[in-house]
């Protein structure tokens, strides 16, 4: 069974950092396309960031209201996912869901429906 555990999440002040981190079990971690996504009250799920090893390097993917200011990583040994957010806006404000679908099956990497398993999620909030 797929299991994605969420953590990391708070309270920070604009330009603050946090690092968010998802950790997997119930299968090999390096064959699945892992994610991030994020949601806000009265909002529709978005992705923010994505990761799969393709051709033996990964790809990562960034949503552009996030680009140079998050970074996503993983590291296969210990079946984790990293969610880097530096430069925090208001607007980043938001609960971070991790997802996971096996490589290959991806049309959309950040797109909530090419996804079948999900984490609790972990609140982020931004605001001094």
């Known amino acids: 069974e797929v299991q994605l555990v969420e953590s990391g999440g708070g309270l920070v002040q604009p330009g603050g950092s946090l690092r968010l981190s998802c950790a997997a079990s119930?299968?090999?971690?390096?064959?699945?396309?892992m994610s991030w996504f994020r949601q806000a009250p009265g909002k529709e799920r978005e992705g923010v960031a994505a990761?799969?090893?393709?051709?033996?390097?990964?790809?990562?993917y960034l949503a552009g209201s996030v680009k140079g200011r998050f970074t996503i990583s993983q590291d296969n040994a210990k079946n984790t996912m990293y969610l880097q957010m530096d430069s925090l806006k208001p607007e980043d404000t938001a609960m971070y869901y991790c997802?996971?679908?096996?490589?290959?099956?991806?049309?959309?990497?950040?797109?909530?429906?090419?996804?079948?398993?999900w984490g609790q999620g972990t609140q982020v909030t931004v605001s001094s």
């Open positions: 997802a996971a679908e096996p490589t290959g099956r991806l049309l959309n990497p950040l797109s909530p429906a090419s996804y079948n398993s």
């Open positions: 119930g299968f090999t971690f390096s064959t699945y396309a």
């Open positions: 990761i799969e090893t393709i051709g033996g390097g990964p790809a990562t």
